[in-house]
C-alpha cells in the first residue's frame, strides 16, 4: 500500500484547510487509516482514526469538534477537515494505514504504512 498525503500549507489562526491521503496498491488489505502529526522536537501523536468499511471515527481530545476525518471508499482517499486552526496545530501531518483489527488505535505501531507528510503552520 503506498500513501500520498496532500493539502498543507500556511493558515491563519481560526482559518481551516483540507487534508487529503490517496491510497494505491493492495488498498483492499486495509481495515483503517488515520492522520497523526509531528512537531518539531516532538513525538508524533494521535490526531484522527477510521475504520475504512464501517467508518467508526475516533479523535484526540485536543482536535474534537475542530476536525473531521472521513473517507471516499471509491477513491481509496481520506481526508481530514480542520477548522478554527490553532499555532499549536502546527506540524507535519502524517497519514497511516492499517491492516490489523483488534489495535488500539491511537499509537503508531499499530499502522504498517505511512505517507510522506504535509506540512501544516498555522500562524498567529
Known amino acids: 500500500v503506498q500513501l500520498q498525503a496532500s493539502g498543507g500549507g500556511l493558515v491563519q489562526a481560526g482559518g481551516s484547510l483540507r487534508l487529503s491521503c490517496a491510497a494505491s496498491?493492495?488498498?483492499?488489505?486495509?481495515?483503517?487509516m488515520g492522520w497523526f502529526r509531528q512537531a518539531p522536537g516532538k513525538a508524533r501523536e494521535f490526531v484522527a482514526a477510521i475504520n475504512w468499511n464501517v467508518g467508526s471515527t475516533y479523535y484526540a481530545n485536543s482536535v474534537k469538534d475542530r476536525f473531521t476525518i472521513s473517507r471516499d471508499n471509491a477513491k481509496n482517499t481520506m481526508y481530514l477537515e480542520m477548522h478554527s486552526l490553532k499555532p499549536e496545530d502546527t506540524a507535519v501531518y502524517y497519514c497511516?494505514?492499517?491492516?490489523?483489527?483488534?489495535?488500539?488505535?491511537?499509537?503508531?505501531?499499530?499502522?504498517?504504512?505511512w505517507g510522506q507528510g504535509t506540512q501544516v503552520t498555522v500562524s498567529s
Open positions: 497511516a494505514a492499517r491492516r490489523r483489527t483488534g489495535v488500539v488505535v491511537t499509537i503508531t505501531a499499530s499502522y504498517e504504512y
Open positions: 496498491g493492495r488498498t483492499f488489505s486495509m481495515y483503517g
